[in-house]
């Protein structure tokens, strides 16, 4: 007993210990250090050391003595040096991967056996935040205290947290990315707020399943309201009109200009465009598969278990060192990076969160619930309504499975994304790389509806926008907005307002102005998706070739409605009404607009 209580007493007073003493001190060789090794050190005392690798010598003197005990005890994997299961791995997990500046990050480790679950007590885990590399972050350094991160207002970059079980070779690592705050950017928060709405749904999609192998219906009810809740708090509308290319401010540079500012492209350059389309190729038909499911329920859940597979797949290739991308390819492919994390990554979220909840309510688990908010342009092709079919559409053990991983998925590749593009802006920040001010050339020069320039009609096919000042790629992919009834007066007052600021420094100052125009849209109470109104082809042309009539520019490019434009007037009997045009182009490093105001008759 008295052996039992000194060993006791030396585990307890005292704390960390080094890992070589942590090798020394494992006597039996199990590979932890416990109350077991501490009895057979000792029992040993006074006597010689076998050798210089005697495991029961920690301070390597030649003798087992009590000093050698209180070093093991120092190095003990669990607390108190009690014996318990062998750890074979461990996990740390985040509560999301990209947070705003000023937030704290709770660490929560999981150590395993050779199960896989958890071991408990847990051993002791110990945590450290790695040392960034150069040009990786920016600002106030975060502080680590316990199992919390805390972040500055000006902290900046990707940062690592280290964890180990202490007295084990069993390590694990996550990566956090640390962007401006919704105060500080509402573009930059949209990016932090997704993050958490996709770590929503991996937990709530989880609890569901938990919940319903203990046959807890109420609790089922709780996570899937958590899931839709999650799902409609995605702007999916505001998100498509933001980008994740923010630095503090300044632009980033286009591929051409960063090549030349001593960034040429490499092999992984193009194997990361050609992965990047893949992702973005996957994640469009995990979506179409769960919006519009073919009747076969169990055929639709083995195609979406192969596509979760596919996806899968897709992450570890894009961790190959031959596919990472350098700053040129981030920065020249910037427009579809910026497609797949502003569009595809929302309304795949607001896809999966949707099935889920309407699967749980074809089996009778959960009560009727609204869908989340609207997916956004160049989304859904169409909605879930509830009730839904009277048969569930996927087998609900499989689908909630394959949702879970392709929500899990999504997150560390959004994650991984996000981390190169912050970590691309601080690196061109430090070295004076960025484009100070926004390019603002485009304009909207004139537009043919018929034969009248004084005014315009709608539903006239052949009616065409002549946009100058852009090139035919960006007008080709660019937004193109009409604004009628009673949000004219307040967009018209906004455009005024951007116009007023000079030079644009940041994409805060451009963001915020499209915000502006989505709340004035909501407040007149018109649809985004009416406003929002696509062409059907562009062209480039010339005054001297037969076109920009309208506009008698020298050159201009020619963006063409088939059928011409949908009505967006206030209604009631047809009468001369003012439409502001908007053309967007949707490049991250200059998203610069034209407008016009045209009057427009009919209904």
Partial sequence: MKLQAL????????????????????????????????????????????????????????????ADARSCATVCTYAGCAASTLPASMQLSLPQLVVGAGSAVTLTPKVLDNTGQAI????????????????????????????????GSSTRGSFTVEASVRGTGIS???????????????????????????????????????????GDSAAVQAASNAL??????????AMSLSTPYEPDSGFVPTGSEAASRGFPPTQADANFAALNSQLRAKLAQIRQLLDQPSGNA??????????????????????????????????????????????????????VAARVNADLQQNGLVAAAALPAAAGPRARPSRLPYPAPRQPTFLLTGLLGYAGNIGGLIQRIYGDYLDQVQKMAILLAAQG????????????????????????????????????????????????????????????????QFRSLGQISSIRQVFDFYKGMLDALQSAGKAYADAHQQPDSAFATSFWDGGCLSSLADACVELVY??????????????????IILVRARSPQNPQFGSGIFNFVGS
């Avoid at 839709?228 to 509308?237: D, I, K, L, M, T």
Wanted: proline letters at 4%.
């Fill in 433 to 496: 790389l960025l484009n100070q001010y926004l390019s603002q050339t485009a304009g909207v020069g004139g537009l043919i509806t018929g034969a009248s320039q004084s005014f315009h009609a709608y539903h006239m096919p052949g009616s065409v926008i002549e946009v100058t000042g852009v090139t035919l790629a960006d007008a080709q992919t660019a937004d193109v907005f009409l604004i009628g009834g009673a949000a004219v007066n307040a967009v018209s007052g906004l455009i005024n």
């Fill in 298 to 351: 169990a055929a639709d859940t083995a195609a979406l278990g192969q596509y979760a597979a596919d996806l899968e797949a897709l992450w570890a290739q894009s961790q190959a060192a031959a596919n990472r991308p350098s700053v040129y390819g981030l920065t020249s492919n910037s427009l579809a990076v910026n497609d797949l994390l502003a569009q595809d990554m929302p309304t795949v979220l607001k896809s």
């Fill in 562 to 579: 088939d059928n011409g434009f949908n009505y967006v007037g206030s209604g009631g009997p047809i009468k001369l009404e003012p439409v």
């Fill in 228 to 237: 839709a809740a999650a799902a409609a708090g995605v702007n999916a509308n």
């Fill in 120 to 151: 408990s007590p847990a051993p002791i885990v110990i945590l450290k935040l790695a040392t960034p590399a150069p040009n990786t972050t920016s600002g106030a350094a975060p502080v680590l205290g316990g199992t919390q991160v805390s972040t």
């Fill in 172 to 214: 694990t690592k996550a990566v956090f990315t640390v962007l401006q705050n919704a105060t500080q950017s509402a573009n930059s928060g949209l990016y932090v707020n997704l993050s958490g709405a996709q770590a929503s749904l991996v937990s709530n999609v989880g609890a569901i399943q938990a919940a319903l192998q203990r």
């Fill in 7 to 66: 060993v006791i007493a030396l585990a307890l007073g005292f704390g960390a210990g080094q890992a070589g003493a942590a090798a020394r001190c494992d006597v039996n060789g199990d590979g932890m250090v416990d109350s077991r090794d501490a009895t057979l050190i000792m029992s040993a005392l006074g006597q010689n050391a076998s050798g210089p690798n005697d495991p029961r010598d920690a301070n390597g003197d030649g003798k087992i003595t009590v």
